[in-house]
């Protein structure tokens, strides 16, 4: 009786899968690029801030997107084509993402989606230049934005 107990547990579990796999299977853009899946063609910005330097006051500008036809949110950064940086969003799940930039595209730079339905995400991002020496970075971070 024991036996035939343990074989069933064990196909209920083969059949469900992991934890991780089912996440995945619910949320399928996350970390994926907003603009190569299609996603970014009718992005909005729903929070934005200023990227700041104490030495050299505002460096560039951090935008919060939201992707309705997705579900998705990314950061957005604005900033000069030779600073470098690191990018994170935030979803209220405890999910997160962080995608580090080099110099140049302009200085417009993005990072990888999360998927946010029906919860608050934010993001923050650090920039610097020449080395960060002398002050040459900045940082900056969204408001919280609930869908």
């Excluded at 996350?30 to 729903?46: K, L, M, T």
């Excluded at 505002?58 to 990018?87: D, F, P, Y």
């Excluded at 900045?138 to 609930?146: E, I, Q």
């Amino acid at each position: 009786m024991r036996r035939v107990a343990a074989i069933a547990v064990g196909a209920v579990t083969l059949l469900a899968g992991t934890p991780a796999q089912a996440q995945a299977a619910l949320k399928p853009y996350d970390h994926q690029d907003p603009y190569r899946s299609g996603c970014g063609n009718s992005a909005r910005v729903v929070k934005s801030a200023k990227i700041n330097s104490r030495a050299n006051g505002q460096v560039g500008t951090i935008r919060l997107m939201w992707s309705g036809k997705c579900q998705t949110n990314w950061i957005e950064v604005r900033t000069a084509s030779s600073a470098s940086g690191t990018i994170k969003v935030y979803t209220a799940d405890g999910r997160s993402g962080s995608f580090r930039f080099k110099a140049g595209n302009g200085g417009r730079h993005w990072g990888d989606m999360l998927w946010a339905k029906d919860m608050c995400a934010w993001g923050s991002v650090f920039v610097q230049w020449n080395g960060g020496r002398g002050g040459q970075n900045g940082s900056g971070t969204t408001g919280k934005a609930c869908r």
